[in-house]
T-cell receptor
Framework: GENVEQHPSTLSVQEGDSAVIKCTYS??????FPWYKQELGKGPQLIID?????GEKKDQRIAVTLNKTAKHFSLHITETQPEDSAVYFC???????????FGTGTRLKVLA | EAGVVQSPRYKIIEKKQPVAFWCNPI?????LYWYRQNLGQGPELLIR????????DSQLPKDRFSAERLKGVDSTLKIQPAELGDSAVYLC??????????????FGPGTRLTVT
């Protein structure tokens, strides 16, 4: 079955710097990759997603890139702000199965 | 638009006691999911409903866990009897799915269960 590895497990950056979180997946049939942000005491919130027919997607300060050949995808946050501090999860899914396989999460701390 | 609603938010019970969690999905969403999230890990799917039908319950420990989604809207997840290892956050999510496509899942705030 699918396995998703996520790195790093913790990441500290200075406010205004960029943050990059990387995930790799094992099932080449996976073709949908969402990213979730989870703040303390809250459920995961979808922040951006990408499907396998594109290599990059941007939404303001957030971007996701996908390399299907290498089977990895990354979340890029630019101009980080203290409110970006949270746990971020990547996931992989195969259309038709609906099952998300989540990574183990990255705790991002943005230092003011 | 209201998001996914879950209750209770927190529950503390002694082992061997029963417990139930309730979820109200986003209006119009036909698919509902229950996940379990252990501390420091990502969510893991327990069961998925399409309308009132459980279409994937392969990860649900059926000896003690049960779920229902009567009328294809609200859902209840039950554990009886609870064990210490059941301590986790139980998340409900919903989505609008058409056959053959994957759509975004929206999560509720979760119920944090502590079994003592």
């Amino acid at each position: 079955g699918e396995n998703v590895e996520q790195h790093p497990s913790t990441l500290s950056v200075q406010e205004g710097d960029s943050a990059v979180i990387k995930c790799t997946y094992s099932d080449s049939a996976s073709n949908y990759f969402p990213w979730y942000k989870q703040e303390l005491g809250k459920g995961p919130q979808l922040i951006i997603d990408i499907r396998s027919n594109v290599g990059e997607k941007k939404d303001q300060r957030i971007a996701v890139t996908l390399n299907k050949t290498a089977k990895h995808f990354s979340l890029h946050i630019t101009e980080t702000q203290p409110e970006d501090s949270a746990v971020y999860f990547c996931a992989a899914s195969h259309e038709g199965t609906y099952k998300y396989i989540f990574g183990t999460g990255t705790r991002l701390k943005v230092l003011a | 638009e209201a998001g996914v609603v879950q209750s209770p938010r927190y529950k503390i019970i002694e082992k061997k006691q029963p417990v139930a969690f309730w979820c109200n999905p986003i209006s119009g969403h036909n698919t509902l999911y229950w996940y379990r999230q252990n501390l420091g890990q990502g969510p893991e799917l327990l069961i998925r409903y399409e309308n009132e039908e459980a279409v994937d319950d392969s990860q649900l420990p059926k000896d003690r866990f049960s779920a229902e989604r009567l009328k294809g809207v609200d859902s209840t997840l039950k554990i009886q009897p609870a064990e210490l290892g059941d301590s986790a956050v139980y998340l409900c999510a919903s989505s609008w799915d058409l056959s053959g496509a994957t759509y975004e899942q929206y999560f509720g705030p979760g119920t944090r269960l502590t079994v003592t």
